[in-house]
């Protein structure tokens, strides 16, 4: 499976971006969708998940600010972030995890650079 998005984007302070991360076979085959960052210096955190029934989960750094969706039909991932801050450039990957049997098999994106300039 791979998943593909942008290298990199950046925006200004308050600005908007939207990420998408593109799946090679169908997402409905994963138990959870999820988008994780990881910022210079600190170590790669989740900020958003998407379950398969489509409970949607964020950190509280990005709560109300962050929205994490999906399309079945273009098995695409999105993340949708607005009022960005400094504090949110980062490094963003995109995430899947399915089960074989009882083993977690997760997937990652190659990671795109966001940066937001004051």
């Known amino acids: 499976v791979q998943l593909q998005g942008l290298e990199e984007d950046w925006c200004r302070l308050g600005g908007s971006l939207t990420l998408s991360c593109v799946a090679s076979?169908?997402?409905?085959?994963?138990?959870?969708l999820a988008w994780y960052r990881r910022a210079s210096g600190s170590q790669r955190e989740m900020i958003a998940r998407i379950t398969h029934g489509g409970k949607a989960d964020y950190i509280d750094s990005v709560k109300g600010r962050f929205t994490i969706s999906r399309d079945h039909a273009k098995n695409t991932l999105y993340l949708q972030m607005n009022d960005l801050k400094p504090e949110d450039t980062a490094v963003y990957y995109c995430?899947?995890?399915?089960?074989?049997?009882?083993?977690?098999?997760?997937?990652w994106g190659q990671g795109t650079l966001v940066t937001v300039s004051s």
């Open positions: 076979r169908s997402i409905r085959d994963f138990v959870t």
């Open positions: 995430n899947a995890l399915r089960f074989d049997d009882l083993d977690p098999v997760n997937y």
